[in-house]
T-cell receptor, first 114, second 112 residues
């Protein structure tokens, strides 16, 4: 175990649904990340939070809405998704947000949008 | 921004043989190069990393080499075992950014 947990592990939703992904880290880290992993594509960074403040948003569509209530918890709220949003969504954390910081990943949430 | 190319996309080796995965990067100012292993149903896990002030780093059967002049770095796994079967990702951080740019991954299969 890496100390980063994600729930749910699997999620199926329709395009009109609203759902949320949850991530929790037990490592005492200050930075948390959301990544999207699609088949045959590199991991795509979506959002970065450092000390609960959003520091990066890589042009992610507004149908993805992150929330970081504290340094241990990170949410990704989903609404009116498209089938092409089906992917593995990975959460990660690191001690701080810096150029040589090791990132620790959770197991991911496998999302299927119908 | 940074661009990372990874080869090969798939690799099959006999148990006990060595495996080599190569990555190239575009930003000459990059200075941190981690390698991640992702097993089925799990998230990526860091297995080794190297910083630009060293040329090689070893950890038991795993080694990483870095050639800053050529802008490429490689993962070497010796005496491969079936449990080494997984997808391996290289990554790099570019100048002016704290973000990791990942390669597309290499699926390694170790045949018993």
């Amino acid at each position: 175990e890496t100390g980063v947990t994600q729930t749910p592990r699997h999620l199926v939703m329709g395009m009109t649904n609203k759902k949320s992904l949850k991530c929790e880290q037990h490592l005492g880290h200050n930075a948390m990340y959301w990544y999207k992993q699609s088949a045959k594509k590199p991991l795509e960074l979506m959002f970065v939070y450092n000390f609960k403040e959003q520091t990066e948003n890589n042009s992610v569509p507004s149908r993805f809405s992150p929330e970081c209530p504290n340094s241990s918890h990170l949410f990704l709220h989903l609404h009116t998704l498209q089938p092409e949003d089906s992917a593995l969504y990975l959460c990660a954390s690191s001690q701080d947000y810096g150029r040589q910081e090791t990132q620790y990943f959770g197991p991911g949430t496998r999302l299927l949008v119908l | 921004g940074e661009n990372v190319e990874q080869h090969p996309s798939t690799l099959s080796v006999q148990e006990g043989d060595s495996a080599v995965i190569k990555c190239t990067y575009s930003d000459s100012a990059s200075n941190y190069f981690p390698w991640y292993k992702q097993e089925l149903g799990k998230g990526p896990q860091l297995i080794i990393d190297i910083r630009s002030n060293v040329g090689e780093k070893k950890d038991q059967r795993i080694a990483v080499t870095l050639n800053k002049t050529a802008k490429h770095f490689s993962l070497h796994i010796t005496e491969t075992q079936p449990e080494d079967s997984a997808v391996y990702f290289c990554a790099a951080t570019g100048a002016g950014s704290y973000q990791l740019t990942f390669g597309k991954g290499t699926k390694l299969s170790v045949i018993p």
